[in-house]
């Protein structure tokens, strides 16, 4: 393709440069995009910045229908995006097609709240005043988006900031521009105006985010990635009180009770830690399980993580793909390593994997201790440690042990826990009894230091809206 969307053209760098698009599956190059340098990052705020308040303008009830037809094209091309995915991401093509039809989803979902945006009329303070409350788009939107979802990471910013009226610059990762293209090429197709969606590729990530962060006319930046990144936006917005929101890191403890259905426990874990390779934010990178049981757990998960199958995200059968990079399976090594070194042992997989080292073969780790950095950092891998626990109160203390607060997952059949559980987890998402809670109709996003901001819901449009309060005097 070699191009990026500036100010609604198709466009290459000025400089000419280009990077490769690897398949981490083979190491093959599958394609070449813009490296783009600040002056086009520039011209594509400024498209922005045009096109956003004709756009605010356009009837909701029109937007929505701009939207919705966004929405059916990447459905009717679902296929298509999704094979588009594996090769830049390497996940499996069924997964693929999941996430994409889950970002899909945020666009349908933002389509019918477009409509919605409802101001209020507050009761006066005074009988000769009239207290109104309007929303208003915040203006444009600076969206940097991970490798782990490149479709539906994009589609969750996408989808309510083009609903509101809000326009976008959005910076995909380096590693996976492919999806966010081609959702340009069909929202081109669907006859969104020219400059509302941009979309710049580059190597240069830093001077991407600088860049958005120094210009007024960004009003907002919302951001994907690591809690480190996340932290450098905020101090370079601090300027300009730029407003956030963050999408951060995880460290999600996956609770077993005693009086947890076993068996469920054990799929939920096995979706919770291995979907996507375990490359996601709210994967289950603690799993705590109550002594009583741990045995009887351990025995049943490793034989059902023996059973994962692992391979190219092309091949029929493959649950499991690569990883993402070289620094990918470095990270995972090192968390395996130190935990060996403190006394942890291999149940299922752990040696490196003969057919290619970026495939990392499913393991899964006992005698897992809170000193281990495993506990402490998010693996963003396919290692599964289990901690071992006496007492509710003491697993609450163990799971709230982390400076992070996205996900947290537990099983029990036991009413009263389920509550007090759920109330103590310092999480700002909680799965119970079931390690799968991503939806666009549920609010998703952290506390701690795993974010700011919603996505999804009824509430994720406020992250790209203003607050007006009119005040009328009728006297
Ligand atoms: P990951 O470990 O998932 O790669 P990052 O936070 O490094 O997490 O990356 C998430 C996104 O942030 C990517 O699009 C990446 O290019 C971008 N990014 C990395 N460093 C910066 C930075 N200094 N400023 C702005 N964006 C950045």
Redesign the pocket.
Known sequence: MEKALVAGQWTRARSGATFDVIDPATGQKIAAVPDLGADEVNLAIAAAYRAQKPWAKVTAKDRASSLRTFYDLIVANADDLAIILTAEMGKPLQEAKTEVLYGAAYVEWFAEQAKRIDGDVIPSYQLDKRIFVVKRPVGVVGA?????FPSAMLARKLAPALAVGCSLVA????QTPLSALALGVLAERAGLPPGVFNIVTSTD??M???TLCASELVKKIS????T??GR??MRQGADQIKKLSLELGGNAPFIVFDDADLEAAVEGAVAAKFRNAGQTCVSANRIYVQSGIYDTFAEKFSRRVSRLRVGNGFAEGSELGPLIDANAVKKVNAHLENALSLGARVTVGGEPNRASEQFFLPTVLVNVTSEMTIAREETFGPLAPLFSFDTEEEVIAMANDTEFGLAGYFYSRDLGRIFRVAEELETGMVGINTGQISSEMAPFGGIKQSGLGREGSKYGADDYLDIKYVCLSVG
């Open positions: 940097i988006t991970p490798w782990n910076k995909p990762a380096a990530a830093a991407v985010g600088s951001f994907t990635g690591s480190n990144v450098i936006l």
